[in-house]
Structure formats: structure tokens, C-alpha cells
């Protein structure tokens, strides 16, 4: 029983972080191509919920939140830094509106965390995860 409890909240585990890993590199394509990176994120965003309805897809689930709480992480960044760097122009670096950058950032972070604890509890209930928060 012990061995198996473990193990599964190792392959847990191991999927939100390959997919945390895999969302970084999305935010990042940003930088690069931002129309696909935008598109990817607004993709994931669905998957996430639809995900959930499929029974018996939980693993699915803890990737799409990795790739999401990634994706976020790396716009918050961005956005952070575009708004500290655009406060200390005269016209915030001409009346650039970074509204949709935030909301953009904190939904992603804020549905890829919701996801994390969604597929976490589902994971706890159907025993394949570890006892340890961490």
C-alpha cells in the first residue's frame, strides 16, 4: 500500500512539473511569436475545464495546471516588468494599455492554480497521491 501511494504522487508530481516546464517555454514563445504563445494559452485555458469532464483523465488535468501556472508565471513576469519599465517614461511608453497583459497573466495563473488543486483533490480521493502537501 505504501509503495503505491508513493509512487503515484511521484508520477503526479512529475507531470505538473513537466508540464510547469513545458508552460515556461510557452510564456516564453511570447517574446518570440506572441500571437501563437496567446493563442496556446487561450487553448489551454479550454482544455483545462475539459479536461475535468472526461472521468478517468486526472493526469491530463495535472499537466494542462503546470503548463498553465508556467505560462503564468512567465507573463506575470513580463507584465511586471512592461509596467515598471513604462512608469518611468513622461506618456507610460505612449499610452500603452497593459490591462489585458495583466488579466491575461493573472487568469492563467489563477486557472492553472485552480486546476492544480482540482486535479490534486481528485487525485487524493481516487488514492493516488502521497499524504506529503508537498
Known amino acids: 500500500m505504501g509503495q503505491r501511494d508513493v509512487a503515484g504522487g511521484s508520477r503526479t ?4 512539473i513537466v508540464g510547469l516546464e513545458v508552460g515556461v517555454v510557452v ?11 496567446v493563442l496556446l494559452v487561450i487553448g ?3 482544455a483545462l475545464p475539459l ?9 491530463t488535468t495535472t ?7 508556467g505560462a503564468g508565471l512567465v507573463y506575470l513576469v513580463f507584465v511586471v516588468n512592461t509596467t515598471v519599465g513604462c512608469a518611468g517614461t513622461s506618456d507610460f511608453c ?3 494599455n497593459v490591462a489585458p497583459l495583466w ?5 492563467t495563473l489563477g486557472v492553472g492554480g485552480l486546476g492544480t488543486v482540482w486535479s ?5 480521493t481516487a488514492g493516488d497521491v502521497d499524504g506529503d502537501p508537498g
Open 27 to 37: 510564456g516564453l514563445l511570447t517574446d518570440i511569436v506572441p500571437f501563437l504563445s
Open 51 to 59: 479536461s475535468r469532464l472526461r472521468k478517468g483523465r486526472n493526469e
Open 120 to 124: 490534486r483533490s481528485s487525485a487524493r
Open 63 to 69: 499537466a494542462l495546471s503546470g503548463m498553465l501556472v
Open 94 to 96: 505612449g499610452d500603452a
Open 44 to 46: 489551454l485555458l479550454v
Open 103 to 107: 488579466i491575461l497573466a493573472i487568469v
Open 13 to 16: 508530481r512529475f507531470r505538473w
